[in-house]
């Protein structure tokens, strides 16, 4: 609700901009923000803005300009500014420009990324309050700054989310952003996107909450070029406030690409389905719900989990609460667990009880609470549960990764050994590839 409300404003400012930043009165942009001023509508008449300007320098910064002037000194002004993001109450936020008191000014105000950055694409409505030595006040009229990312010539597409289960269902816009591969590498991509959501409402029940832009750039160095701290090992980042993507996917690297846009999507979705300041998602089941969204385990995920399986080495639910471990290995088998985990909630149990589950935990109950209301068992009831299931099909199946027990049976076997060998040889061929783990940031 609060989201909405902020949108409406936002709505609002955009109706209202581009109009003479020279104009008169005040916008209703929360009752704070009118609260705390002087009311702008009894003065203004002395001062004139000269000119109002923004420059961007994606990702660093964005300089605020303004030239004013009037029949005494300027002696106060402030940028006022919205940011378009889901927020959990709406915010004004000022910024005090430099300049130096006097009739005519040059006022100017830094937006340093370093203190509070943007994805690109994030807009802001900003409107400038100007106060001379008389008490004359002018509050100018919002405009609005798009922060792209303008190193690169973007083209787009854009396509649409499947529909809402509102009573007036619906469709959330999508659109992708792009400037290297043909229009067919983008079309494929916004499709695997529009699948991605419709999978996420057949299998989990969540839809977007707002209009979601995915860039893609040509490369991770690329993406990481529109960031302002970068891990270098960031592949794709989902700033799910801002309904924004941000993923580097070579055109050669299509299939690595449709896997990790999906991961991430979901992150974006689910994390806008669950907003909330109460409740955070354990990340077992966060991580989880996207690597089960993304389609089948990966075989380098699979051969870490039956192996974990067979030698008693799983990490404890409750461990996989927190933050992964750095360590390769131990990172594969929490997205490998994860993905595990959600799969058994999922067909044991079905999508309602884990819309529920997101629900409960959106309100601010505790994972254990939240997992005895929904299901019947707490954590530790779930890791038992869980892992109760494993142990039976895996014999059976002999998937990719073999129980030593049963290489010995297969050894004497030789023809059935040099079948199973296949899949064991591709397994190794995935080791000591980090790269191939999700490699993502989110904000
Ligand atoms: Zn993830």
Partial sequence: MIVRIAVAILALLLLLAPSSVAGQGSVAVGDTWLHDSPSAGQAGSEITVIESDVETDFPLRAVFSLKAESSSDIVDVRL???????????????????????????????????????????????????????????????????????????????????????????????????????SSFAQELLDVCEEGLVRLTEEIGTYPERSIEIYIYASADDLRGAMIFPQEWTGGVAYTQFSTIAIGIPPTRVEWGRRALVHELTHLVVHQATFSPYGKLPLWLDEGLAMYNEGDLEPQFRSRLDKAISEGALISVRSLCSPFSAETEQAYLSYAQSYSLVEYLLNAYGQDRMLELLNVIKQGSTYDEALLQVYGFDMDGLDAEWQATLTAPMAEEGRTWLHPVLIAVLAALALLLVIRGVPVLRKRAFRGLPSELPGEYRQ
């Fill in 80 to 182: 006022l500014y919205v940011v378009d993001m889901m927020q959990y109450v709406e915010a004004v936020s000022e910024g005090w420009a430099d300049f130096t008191p006097a009739p005519i000014v040059d006022a100017e105000w830094e937006w340093d990324m370093k203190k509070a950055s943007l994805p690109p694409g994030a807009r802001v409505a900003y409107w400038w309050t100007i106060e001379d030595a008389d008490g004359n006040i002018l509050e100018t009229s919002p405009d609005v700054m798009s922060f792209d990312d303008d190193r690169y010539a973007w083209q787009s597409l854009t396509g649409s989310g499947p529909a809402s289960g509102d009573e007036q269902p619906r469709h959330e816009e999508l659109t992708l952003f792009w400037y290297e591969g043909s």
